[in-house]
């Protein structure tokens, strides 16, 4: 078939060789390609300088407050879940100087910040994470206020999805209908299969762009049997699920439980680290910092990451608002999962685990919401009988 007849949607074969090509033709482009790499015991994102850079042939295991790395029995590149980092690290990010002044001769001098906005290739990006950078644009794009520096490093991004083939200990993307596949938002979008005889990827176009790039890749229109095999290890991935979530009902049932005993449990083993907030690909809560140098003659402001488990995070003048764990607990657990769909119009957990697998003590959010909907007291509706009998 002639690579001109090629369209969106449309599933070709990519040898294992032609990864380095895809990779190749990025950088080529002038796009800077991030993905997973292996750092300190851990497999996080950063920056690639080849395909080799992948963690080949490593795998995680994962579960509440566990994370542990071993090697595959094969050369997969993608064989691993999610780790502690998440792609709001390169379109929200942690730190940001947002201005200077100077003041010299009695006179203020406002500094503009100038940021650079590079090509960025997200190169892995799981079902689940696509979900939260749509997530984040909602929040940060959407409403009256957009964040100019997140519009432009996201319109400067170029994303290379890999639909699951094996779910992590922590991982729910199913009960969030999330994952395993990646079904929009992306550029193009890649199955491995690495068996005992074959090692291939199956790849999709899911826009102009990531159609321009496939074609330049050597590429085969997919046979049957390459689709099926790929179709096995997606659905495989979907029924390995390491937890679930009962999503039905849930925001009347945290807000008709807001003074359940669950919280105080919670709460009397939570470190309030913040640690669940920091690794969530969906949190995206701020402060502002100002800093001066001791002759006041220089000033900066900053915008660094912020969490609703400190206690500075909801400091009004007097005190902070949420000054109990339990109180900073149930804000997180129900603006994941209940007042987000209030504002936003869709939840703010995608399923991902992180949260479950980087808490210091195991705190398990599909736990929590099992323990709430198990024990919740429902109240006992009224006959209509005047006189109060039953
Ligand atoms: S739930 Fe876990 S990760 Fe989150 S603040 Fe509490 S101890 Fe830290
Ligand atoms: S709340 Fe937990 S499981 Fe849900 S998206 Fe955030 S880190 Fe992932």
């Known amino acids: 078939m002639p690579e001109q007849s090629l369209t969106l949607g449309q599933q070709v074969t990519l040898e294992r060789a032609a990864l380095r090509s895809l990779f190749d033709e990025l950088q080529s482009r002038g796009y800077k390609v991030l993905g997973p790499a292996l750092r300190e015991g851990a497999i996080v994102y950063d920056e690639l300088t080849s395909v080799d850079d992948l963690p080949v042939g490593w795998t995680d295991k994962q579960d509440g407050g566990t994370y542990r790395l071993e090697r595959r029995q094969d050369d997969a590149l993608f064989g691993y879940n999610v780790g502690p980092h998440s792609w709001k690290k390169f379109l929200h990010l942690p730190a940001v100087r947002l ?8 006179k203020l001098r406002i500094i503009e910040e100038k940021h650079e906005t590079p090509k960025l290739a997200f190169f892995g990006v799981r079902a689940c994470e696509l ?3 749509a997530i984040q644009d909602k929040v940060l794009l959407g409403g009256q206020y957009a964040d100019p520096l ?4 996201r319109e400067q991004t170029f994303i290379v999805a890999v639909n699951c083939g094996q779910a992590g ?6 009960s969030m209908n999330s994952g395993p596949r990646a079904t929009a938002g992306f550029d193009l979008a890649l199955t491995e299969v690495a068996g005992d005889d074959r090692h291939f990827f199956t790849a999709e176009a899911g826009s102009e762009s990531g159609l321009q790039i496939l074609k330049a890749v050597p590429h085969r229109i997919a046979s049957e049997e390459e689709r099926a095999a790929a179709e096995a290890r997606v659905a495989k991935a979907a029924g390995q699920m390491g937890r679930q979530l009962d999503t039905t009902d849930i925001k009347a049932l945290l807000y008709r439980n807001y003074e359940h005993p669950r919280w105080d449990q919670v709460a009397s083993r939570c470190l309030t680290c913040a640690n669940c907030t920091m690794v969530c690909p969906t949190c995206f809560c701020t ?3 100002d800093t001066t140098d001791l002759k006041g003659e220089n000033a900066e402001r900053w915008r660094k990451w912020d969490s609703c488990f400190t206690t500075d995070f909801s400091y009004i003048h007097g005190g902070s608002v949420r000054s109990t764990p339990r109180s900073r607990y149930r804000q997180w657990m129900t603006h994941k999962l209940a007042t987000w769909i209030d504002q936003f119009d869709t939840s703010g957990c995608v399923g ?12 398990d959010i599909t736990e929590e919401v099992r323990a709430i909907r198990d024990t ?10 005047d006189h109060g009998e039953s």
């Open 352 to 363: 991902c685990g992180r949260c479950i697998t980087w808490c210091p003590v195991g705190i």
């Open 131 to 133: 979900r939260a950078i």
């Open 287 to 289: 402060n502002v910092e």
């Open 99 to 106: 201005w200077q002044a100077e003041r010299t001769g009695g």
């Open 150 to 153: 997140y519009r432009s490093r």
């Open 376 to 385: 919740e007291v429902v109240p006992i509706q009224s006959s209509g009988n």
């Open 169 to 174: 200990g922590t991982c729910f993307c199913v």
